[in-house]
């Protein structure tokens, strides 16, 4: 079963402090797999679409990685205004394709 | 400010009954994405439409159902409503078809549905 995981649940650091969220996937295929960040009480906000394994993108103090069965968003020195849930899903090369969420992560940045 | 936009932000209603939701792209954008986002399943893909024309199914029960207008504006139609049907509903838009293309997808502010 097609399936996306991302840990921690949730995450609380102090300003400056930089770590990573991880979102694991198995899937029968690949066509993209995307970041997004959501506030409480808004629609998510599209971050990253990576494509194949060895890709990286960057946006300010996030990274985004991906390999074969994982991707990492990686955040460097954190402000209090990154604390948001952060999203990954993937997006299947069916023929009807179909997006899987994972269940998120929330960031809460410590000034 | 994501530019599309959704109708109407707060609904309530009762067991049994139908609601509509509409959705309005950015402009230009010709594909609108619908999900459903509740507490204990998270966000869920429910359906695409491409110009007019349904693109991909996800997880969306037969008692919903879609379309897509030719000003491209999409409503979602929630029938027999169950308890379980309260949740975030949230409409995107991209400029792809979402076959092979970049995509970015753009969210709306979402219509919260309370089914009491």
């Known amino acids: 079963e097609d399936q996306v995981t991302q840990s921690p649940e949730a995450l609380r650091l102090q300003e400056g402090e930089s770590s990573s969220l991880n979102c694991s996937y198995t899937v029968s295929g690949l066509r993209g797999l995307f970041w997004y960040r959501q506030d409480p009480g808004k629609g998510p906000e599209f971050l990253f679409t990576l494509y194949s394994a060895g890709e990286e993108k960057e946006k300010e103090r996030l990274k985004a990685t991906l390999t074969k069965k994982e991707s990492f968003l990686h955040i460097t020195a954190p402000k209090p205004e990154d604390s948001a849930t952060y999203l990954c899903?993937?997006?299947?090369?069916?023929?009807?394709?179909?997006?899987?969420f994972g269940s998120g992560t929330r960031l809460s940045i410590r000034p | 400010d994501s530019g599309v936009t959704q109708t109407p932000k707060h609904l309530i209603t009762a067991t049994g009954q139908r609601v509509t939701l509409r959705c309005s792209p950015r402009s230009g954008d010709l594909s609108v994405y619908w999900y459903q986002q509740s507490l204990d399943q998270g966000l869920q893909f429910l359906i695409q439409?491409?110009?007019?024309?349904?693109?991909a199914k996800g997880n969306i029960l037969e008692r919903f159902s879609a379309q897509q207008f030719p000003d491209l504006h999409s409503e979602l139609n929630l029938s027999s409503l169950e308890l379980g049907d309260s949740a975030l509903y949230f409409c995107?838009?991209?400029?792809?078809?979402?076959?092979?293309?970049?995509?970015?997808?753009?969210f709306g502010p979402g219509t919260r549905l309370l089914v009491l």
């Open positions: 995107a838009s991209s400029s792809s078809s979402g076959r092979g293309s970049e995509e970015t997808q753009y």
């Open positions: 899903a993937v997006d299947l090369p069916s023929s009807a394709s179909k997006i899987i």
């Open positions: 439409y491409y110009n007019g024309e349904e693109r």
